[in-house]
């Protein structure tokens, strides 16, 4: 069970097969009055220029040399290998913090986050708010990819089960801190539901969907407000989750056999969930769009990272009746999905101890905006470890 060290080196046949599919992209005919229009989903012009960066310019090698920085394993839990980034700044212990990631992005996500967390005072913070990080490929996921699913156990539940066992069997870690956005932050409260022993606390960026679901005989007006912009939102914005929650298997064949379709999948959530003005790299670069968009292409994990949009429709592992007691800090960026909720609302499902709304920022926050986010983390579990 003791971790290896793993190194990211794609086979350079990957790499020459990615190039010819890149330069034989078959181009859809748009319907849009505009080809710059991402109304309709991902701007076509936008799209053509992405893939000609990808093909000419955007280099893997140097991708895989940045990543490769930090420091890989793999470790047996369960019969399945798990990939993390496990980082450890010099010095005396310190908390260590789950860093978990959601779809469509990937361990990628805290790149940025990941120094500042580890070492503070490289980045003018107080070395006492150091962390040990931990940042796994989700199971279905990257480096990770699908797993052995052997039982009848919930996927989330079995995810978060394998987490745990990660922290506390392999890594010896009897007490730690979890934070996570999007599927991480519904991870992130399986973990603290599950193993309120074990979790010193969990810091989050979104309610997690299951919240969507609660009576809306017992709401208030302000909760009414924001259940029903939701639900708007979703309707505008959400076809991407019924067909992964429905049809899987259909949307899996072609992105993972064609890297234009893979980057206008997931590059449309980028867009949409940015607090860019419609200019997507305002907040994020072609180089890290493609880095993220690499991640899924290499390991072919595009399949089953979407499966697990099906099996919680399925099955879903939180209800609006679960209850986080652990603390709880939530760092709530104004552009996300659905905007801020009542923090009322929060308190139905979670035991919220820190409540921040941020000045600006959307969905992938720790990748927007590291610095804002890396704060929050920071200054949350820095009141908690004073009494753990």
Not at 31 to 48: E, I
Not at 169 to 180: D, P
Request: proline share 6%.
């Amino acid at each position: 069970m003791k971790p290896e060290p793993f190194r990211i080196n794609v086979d350079q046949v990957v790499l020459d097969d990615l190039q010819r599919r890149l330069r034989r992209t078959r181009w859809a005919r748009t319907l849009a009055p505009h080809d710059d229009a991402w109304d309709f989903g991902t701007s076509a012009a936008y799209l053509r220029e992405l893939v000609q960066y990808w093909l000419t310019d955007f280099d893997w090698r140097a991708a895989e040399t940045s990543l490769n920085q930090f420091a890989h394993f793999k470790a047996d839990v369960g019969g399945d290998r798990i990939h993390f980034i496990h980082e450890q700044p010099q010095g005396p212990t310190r908390c260590p913090l789950l860093l978990l990631h959601g779809w469509p992005d990937s361990f990628y996500r805290y790149y940025k986050a990941i120094p500042k967390l580890v070492a503070p005072a490289n980045s003018g913070g107080n070395a006492a708010d150091a962390f040990d990080v931990i940042v796994p490929s989700l199971p279905g996921f990257g480096f990770t990819g699908a797993l052995q699913r052997t039982s009848q156990e919930q996927p989330n539940r079995q995810t978060a089960r394998l987490l745990w066992r990660l922290m506390v069997e392999v890594l010896g870690y009897q007490r730690f801190a979890v934070a996570g956005g999007d599927g991480g932050s519904e991870l992130a409260q399986i973990l603290a539901i599950d193993h309120p022993e074990s979790v010193i606390g969990i810091h989050l960026t979104d309610l997690g969907w299951h919240v969507a679901n609660v009576d809306p005989s017992t709401v208030s007006k302000a909760e009414q407000k924001y259940l029903q912009a939701g639900k708007k939102h979703f309707m505008a914005d959400g076809a991407y989750a019924m067909v992964q929650s429905t049809k899987p298997h259909s949307l899996a064949p072609e992105l993972t056999d064609s890297p234009a379709g893979l980057a206008a999948w997931i590059v449309d959530r980028f867009h949409s969930w940015s607090d860019s003005a419609g200019q997507i790299e305002r907040s994020f670069s072609k180089d890290e769009l493609l880095t993220n968009i690499m991640i899924y292409w290499v390991t072919q994990t595009i399949g089953s990272s979407i499966h697990t949009y099906y099996a919680d429709s399925m099955s879903p592992s939180l209800t609006p009746e679960d209850h986080v007691d652990v603390p709880v800090g939530l760092a709530l960026f104004p552009r996300d999905m659905g905007g801020v909720p009542p923090r009322a609302f929060a308190e139905r499902t979670l035991n919220v101890q820190r409540w921040t709304e941020m000045p600006r920022g959307s969905h992938f926050a720790a990748l927007e905006e590291p610095d804002l986010y890396v704060q929050d983390v920071r200054a949350f579990f820095r009141e908690l470890t004073k009494t753990h």
